[in-house]
Nanobody, 123 residues
Framework: QVQLVESGGGLVQPGGSLRLSCAAS????????MGWYRQLPGNQRESVAT???????NHADAVKCRFTISRDNAKNTGYLQMNSLKPEATAVYYC?????????????????WGQGTQVTVSS
């Protein structure tokens, strides 16, 4: 199991930047794929960016070239650097860690979520 705690959210003006952190505790963070998701008011939760345990990344088209996902396994922490923020980025941002276990007798896909951190982009 892994416990995730997001931080770094807050109020920022349009065009500003924020860096979100996802601190993990429990099992080694390095074995998990990690992702950032957001839930806009009245909308479904959507993927923002993901990173595999081998550091392969994928960013949603809406945030490419502005947001960057990264991880520091030595610090058990994932990050989302958000630049050139727009008002439509206002949402609760959640960190996710997932792993597929194939070792008998316990196997399956396990997914964990943090509690989220609010990002508000407004002048």
């Amino acid at each position: 199991q892994v416990q995730l705690v997001e931080s770094g959210g807050g109020l920022v003006q349009p065009g500003g930047s924020l860096r979100l952190s996802c601190a993990a505790s429990g099992r080694d963070f390095s074995i998990y794929a990690m992702g950032w998701y957001r839930q806009l008011p009245g909308n479904q939760r959507e993927s923002v960016a993901t990173i595999t345990k081998s550091n392969s990344t994928n960013h949603a088209d809406a945030v490419k070239c502005r947001f960057t996902i990264s991880r520091d396994n030595a610090k058990n922490t994932g990050y989302l650097q958000m630049n050139s923020l727009k008002p439509e980025a206002t949402a609760v941002y959640y960190c996710n860690a997932a792993v597929k276990l194939l070792t008998s007798p316990v196997s399956g896909t396990f997914s964990y979520w943090g509690q989220g951190t609010q990002v508000t982009v407004s002048s």
